[in-house]
Structures are given as C-alpha cells and as structure tokens.
Nanobody, 126 residues
Framework: QVQLVEPGGELVQAGGSLRLSCAAS????????MCWFRRSPGKEREFVAA????????YYAVFVKGRFTISRDDAKNTVYLQMNSLKPEDTAVYYC???????????????????WGQGTQVTVSS
C-alpha cells in the first residue's frame, strides 16, 4: 500500500505559477503510475495529468496542455505538478493518485487509480 500526502492549498493570482507536490509513503513509489485530478466547484472530478511509473511517458488533459507539467522524483517519493499561466477556472481541489502497475504507461481514468491523496485547494484570483 501507499499513502499520499499533499501539502495545504494556496492562493495565487491569475497568470501566476504554482507547484503542487504529493509525497508517497509506504511501498516504493517507483512501482506506481501517478496522476493529478481536480474537482472544481459544482463539477465532477476530472483528469489533469498522468505520468508512468518510469517517468518516460506523460499525458495531459487538453485544457492544461502547454501550461502544466507533471514530473516525479522517486528518490524523494514525490510527484509534482508545475502549473503556469494559471486562470481563475483552474480553481479547484487537486488530488494526486497512484496505481500499482508492472507497465510503463499512463492511466487517465479515475477508476483505474487505487490510492488517493486528501486533496489540496488551489484558488486562482482574477
């Protein structure tokens, strides 16, 4: 099993940048593919970005492509989401998730993930 912990939320102005982190504990994180989802007010949780267990494959939602970058540092058991050019519509609770896998591929469906962080609030002011 793995536990995922995300630091507390932040407030940032539109156009600004923010880096989210998600620390994994328990079983080594290199056995897991990881991702970020988010839930905006009044909406269902949606996929944001995913990274394979090896880190050599990434996949993004269309609405964040070119602005967000997912990465991982297995020495620190941490996955990151670098968010640039933030917009008010990026305001949401962001969740990291993990799935144990033998394959070096990305996963983007919510049901594919077994472990979830508690979520961190990101608020982008206009």
């Amino acid at each position: 099993q793995v536990q995922l912990v995300e630091p507390g939320g932040e407030l940032v102005q539109a156009g600004g940048s923010l880096r989210l982190s998600c620390a994994a504990s328990g079983r080594t994180s290199s056995s897991y593919a990881m991702c970020w989802f988010r839930r905006s007010p009044g909406k269902e949780r949606e996929f944001v970005a995913a990274i394979s267990r090896s880190g050599d494959s990434v996949y993004y939602a269309v609405f964040v492509k070119g602005r967000f970058t997912i990465s991982r540092d297995d020495a620190k058991n941490t996955v990151y989401l670098q968010m640039n050019s933030l917009k008010p519509e990026d305001t949401a609770v962001y969740y990291c998730a993990a799935v144990l896998t033998d394959y070096s591929r990305t996963y983007y469906r919510e049901w594919e993930y077994d472990y979830w962080g508690q979520g961190t609030q990101v608020t982008v002011s206009s």
